[in-house]
């Protein structure tokens, strides 16, 4: 298998599980409630990212701009799915260095209908075919997001150049950096090994040595300690910086504080944000690996924390202007659904509740007050909901994972025990997955913004965007009335 890290249990969310079992450990059991559990979370995800993100993304542009978005997310699924399949399951879920995995598993190499992937739990491991699907569809929707960042205003070309490039050298190496480790089965296997050994001097110390390769073999951010049940940092943090920094980069949309630019159809994105709550199940629960309590434990999160975000926004909006709207509702939804990701399987409900309340008013105060303050025109609000929920959610993560306050705390594959909880070291450690994250992304994607740019341009010019981009980039309407 490829695993990692004792004292992570349950981690990052997606990274726990990753490769079929060697010939060194035991053979694990397949279950196959949990093989059809994973299943189905897989086709949650992808409803998440088409239709759900197309639509919510859809209707918040203006409609001559209305196929270019959906345009856009749908080529990302489909380049990233080849892309997954040819080497980023590889890249993001193979030994290779604390940054980057390797090309053992390039193409899919011993990737069979009969090997496995690891689980939370010792001895049982879902279907390697189910586990890679899963993975690539966060690594679908991850970029997808960054899509609402510059929309309206990039050229498709550029899209279609700036996606696999972002995929292969931003998201496939902080994927692998957080969440690869060598799992709990080599974990336990290297335990009894030490246990077997007895008083034999030399067998001890050959098996103490391998508990500790098999420990070193993580990524960056995963042995630093910080936990990610879900992708508050590989998906949320990662895609919102690199928003942001494209946001920046390509500048303003024409016209963007003269010219009236509201959401041509709110309907249809309460259908796609009602859409992407739907499919977060898949993205949360199904992060669990197994169909068991922990599972149960992810689902009430993403239930309560979504709730209380989008009533969070809503009153405090509100309050401020004096009616509440469907799109603050549906923006603190999905700024709540972000919080909770990281978090899912750590926090105790209550502890999800608080997470989704302040999350909900933060991101309308930076949706709203600090980007017009600083006057970006990050188009759909990727910064202010994805990377400060994914802060809010990932920090957030290191205090409520604390038993003493409703946390599941965290499992210490070596003793087979909860953890002791230490505040500092574990929010030492959740800095640590936020700041590599920040920095990979934010300097990653801006040369990778400027590359494009150099290549084939990266926005459209002013009559384009006049005309729509639906038109000038791909000859068709939207509407035809």
């Known amino acids: 298998m490829t695993f990692k890290r004792p004292y992570s249990a349950g981690l990052a969310a997606l990274a726990v599980g990753l490769f079929a079992a060697t010939a060194a450990y035991a053979e694990p059991t397949v279950n196959k409630g949990d093989n059809a559990w994973m299943l189905t979370s897989t086709v949650l995800v992808l409803l998440m990212t088409i239709p759900g993100l197309a639509l919510f993304y859809g209707g918040l542009v203006r409609s001559k701009n209305m196929l270019s978005v959906l345009m856009q997310v749908f080529y990302t699924v489909c380049i990233v799915t080849i892309l997954w399949a040819l080497y980023g399951y590889s890249l993001a879920f193979t030994g290779g260095s604390d940054f980057i995995g390797g090309f053992s598993k390039a193409f899919l190499m011993g ?73 709990p089965d080599a974990i336990s296997d290297a335990v009894k090994a030490i246990a077997a050994a007895g008083t034999d001097a030399a067998a001890k110390a050959a098996a103490e040595a391998k508990l500790a390769e098999v420990n070193a073999d993580a990524g960056w951010v995963f042995k630093k300690g910080a936990i990610d049940f879900a992708g508050g940092t590989v998906v949320h943090i990662n895609a919102g910086i690199a928003g942001l920094v494209g946001a920046l980069i390509i500048g303003k949309r024409t016209g963007y504080g003269k010219d009236l630019m509201a959401p041509h159809s709110l309907t249809m994105s309460m259908i796609g944000a009602s859409l992407l709550w739907v499919g977060w199940f898949g993205f949360n629960a199904g992060s669990n690996l197994e169909a068991t309590g922990g599972a149960a434990l992810a689902m009430t999160n993403s239930f309560v924390a979504t709730a209380a975000a989008a009533l969070s926004w809503m009153f405090a909006e509100w309050m401020i202007k004096g009616h509440p709207s469907v799109l603050g509702a549906i923006s603190g939804a999905v700024a709540g659904l972000v919080a909770v990701t990281p978090a899912a399987g750590y926090s105790g409900p209550m502890g999800a509740i608080v997470l989704g309340l302040v999350v909900g008013v933060v991101c309308l105060f930076f949706c ?105 980039e791909h000859t068709e309407r939207a509407y035809n009335m």
């Not at 998201?171 to 957080?178: C, D, S, W």
């Not at 188009?379 to 929920?389: A, K, N, P, Q, Y």
């Not at 990979?440 to 590359?451: C, E, M, N, P």
């Not at 740019?453 to 000038?472: F, H, K, P």
Request: overall charge negative.
């Open 111 to 183: 990737v069979t209908p009969d090997s496995k992937a690891a689980t939370f739990s010792v001895d049982a491991n879902i279907a390697e075919l189910v586990y890679v699907c899963f993975q690539m569809t966060f690594a679908a929707i991850t970029p997808a997001l960054i899509v609402g960042a510059f929309a309206e205003r990039m050229k498709f070309a550029a899209v279609a150049l700036f996606i696999p490039l972002w995929v292969t050298l931003i998201y496939f190496p902080i994927a692998h950096m957080v969440w690869y480790w060598a799992g």
């Open 368 to 472: 709203t007050v600090v980007k017009n303050a600083l006057g970006y025109d990050d188009s759909l609000d990727v910064f202010g909901v994805h990377c400060i929920g994914g802060i809010i959610g990932a920090l957030g993560t290191g205090i409520l994972v604390n038993p003493a306050l409703g946390g599941t705390g965290i499992m210490d594959y070596t003793t087979g025990k909860i953890g002791d909880y230490e505040f500092a070291a574990q929010m030492t450690s959740q800095i640590w997955g936020v700041c590599t994250t920040l920095v990979w992304s934010g300097v990653g994607s801006a040369i990778l913004y400027k590359v494009v740019d150099v290549i084939v341009g990266l926005r459209a010019n002013v009559e384009s965007e006049r005309e729509g981009l639906d038109l000038t």
